[in-house]
Every structure is written in structure tokens, then in C-alpha cells.
């Protein structure tokens, strides 16, 4: 039991270590906080299910834990088995590691607490870090994948929800120095990549600019609705993996208060019981 433990403890901190080496510094975009809304926990285990656990597994997770979000064995094998699975399995995916590695480079990462581990690296929660990772993929024709991402450059992984999304637009610019003709100046390169990954790039002259290197980020939908309404999935998407991280989280909150609560009456109690011993021993 002590040795499981401690493999239990080693893993996590080798998947903190890796989530640490695989970000950037990116600023991460505060995802909503949906961990007490159930209809959006259950959307999310949808969305969990039919996109990530094809090659991603979380096999520190029962699908009969999926109770706790108010989805019933019923509900689960219906809408959420489809290879014959049973309700009582851990998430696992039919791939094997060596076939993960021959086809895209190395395993993907397990995700059961792929959430923790990104609010140690990249502060909590981990949920905004899917958020933000899930919401900043764009088209770009040099990648192997076809697809770059601004919270993991060159990730591994394509962008799997790009039709929920729809199609936009990345726009990068940055205010930078050159040197010509050994004189120097500021000029301002915008590159601006198309919904199908091509990009072009657009360079201008910055006359009595005076301030500092600096890079900026934007993107334009191109189907607003549809960016929307992904938006919204992917917070149910982050608000469920930061819930499967820790699924005791809710309640030790609520256990932790409730102690805290105890503990100041108890203290009140003991520092006047101590006031009224001290009393008569004088």
C-alpha cells in the first residue's frame, strides 16, 4: 500500500514537471466558474468523452464516479459507453502506448489530474489553463498537425473541436528594432494567418517611436455564434477536469468552513473557561 503511494506521489510530480516544461508565457484567460453548476459538469463529461478519451486517457476515474455530478448508470451507459465498457471501469482508451508513439511522437498525457498539476505551474486553477490552452489554437500551414496554439507552442496535439469552433482569424503583431545600413529603427511586422493557415505579413516603418520591444495577440471569428457557443463548451470542458482532478473538492471546502466555524467558537469557549480558572486560582 506504502509503494502505491509513493508511485501515486511520484507520478504527479513528474506530470507537474512536464506541465511546467510544456507551457509558455502565455497569459491564461480566467475561465468561468461552473465546479457547483451540474448541468455544466455533465457537459462536460460529454464533451470529455467523445473528444478527449479517444486518445487521452484518465485512468484515475470510474465512470460510476459520475454519479457524484447527478448523472445516473442509466444516464452514463446510454450517453457516455460505446465500446462496451461498464459503468464501474476506469477511463481507459483502447491505444497503446507504442502505437501513441509511432503515430504522433510520444503518449499523450494522462488527463485525470492534468488540472492540478497546472495550478501548481501555471497557478491556480488549472481550469483556466484549459481554457485558455483550448481556446487559442489557430491555422498554421508549417506545423506537421496543421494547427499552432498560443498557450502550448508547437503542441503534439491537432485542434479536435476546430469544427464546433469555426473558422477565424490570428492576428500577431510586433514592435521590434532593425538595423540597416548600420543605422537602427523600429518598425512594426503584422502577420495575420487565415482561417486555412495561410499567413501574410505586413511590415511598416515606426518614425520617432521611443518605447520598447512589445508582441500582441487577437483573433477575429469568423462565425461569431458558433465561437459562442464554444466558448461555453470548452468552460464546461474546464470546469469537469478541474472537478475529475479532485472530486472531493466541493465537500472538503464545505467541511473546511464549517471547521474553521468550530474552531473560532471553540476558541471563544476555551479562552473564557481560561479567563475563569486563572480567576479563582488568584
Known amino acids: ?18 506541465a511546467q516544461a510544456a507551457g509558455s508565457d502565455f497569459p491564461l484567460e480566467k475561465a468561468p466558474n ?7 459538469l455533465q457537459n462536460g463529461a460529454k464533451m470529455f468523452v467523445n473528444y ?16 457524484d455530478i447527478g448523472l445516473t448508470d442509466t444516464q452514463i451507459k446510454e450517453n ?24 504522433f511522437g510520444a503518449p499523450p498525457p494522462d488527463l485525470s489530474v492534468i488540472a492540478r498539476a497546472k495550478s501548481i505551474n501555471a497557478g491556480p486553477p488549472g481550469g483556466d489553463y484549459i481554457y485558455t490552452y483550448m481556446r487559442t ?26 469544427e464546433r469552433q469555426g473558422p477565424r482569424e490570428y492576428t500577431h503583431v510586433v514592435v521590434h528594432q532593425v538595423e ?18 495561410y499567413w501574410t505579413t505586413k511590415t511598416e516603418p515606426m518614425v520617432d517611436y521611443t518605447g520598447k520591444e512589445t508582441s500582441g495577440h487577437g483573433f477575429k471569428a469568423l462565425d461569431p ?27 472538503r471546502k464545505q467541511i473546511g468552513v464549517w471547521v474553521l466555524l468550530f474552531l473560532g467558537i471553540f476558541f471563544i469557549v476555551a479562552w473564557r473557561l481560561n479567563a475563569s480558572y486563572w480567576k479563582h486560582i488568584k
Open 1 to 18: 500500500m506504502m509503494m502505491k503511494k509513493l508511485l501515486s506521489v511520484i507520478a504527479l510530480t513528474l506530470a507537474c514537471v512536464t
Open 52 to 67: 478527449c478519451l479517444n486518445c487521452h486517457a484518465a485512468k484515475s476515474m470510474r465512470y460510476n464516479k459520475l454519479r
Open 180 to 197: 540597416k545600413d548600420g543605422k537602427k529603427s523600429w518598425e512594426r511586422a503584422t502577420s495575420v494567418y487565415g482561417p486555412q493557415g
Open 137 to 162: 489554437f489557430y491555422r498554421d500551414t508549417t506545423k506537421p498537425t496543421g494547427w499552432n496554439n498560443l498557450a502550448f507552442p508547437n503542441a503534439g496535439m491537432p485542434h479536435v473541436l476546430w
Open 80 to 103: 457516455l459507453l460505446f465500446t462496451g465498457e461498464k459503468v464501474g471501469d476506469l477511463m481507459k482508451i483502447a491505444m497503446t502506448s507504442a502505437d501513441a508513439k509511432a503515430w
Open 225 to 251: 455564434v458558433r465561437a459562442m457557443a464554444y466558448d461555453s463548451e470548452i468552460a464546461d470542458l474546464a470546469a469537469f477536469m478541474t472537478w475529475m482532478s479532485e472530486p472531493a473538492q466541493l465537500l
Open 34 to 40: 461552473r465546479l457547483t453548476n451540474q448541468a455544466a
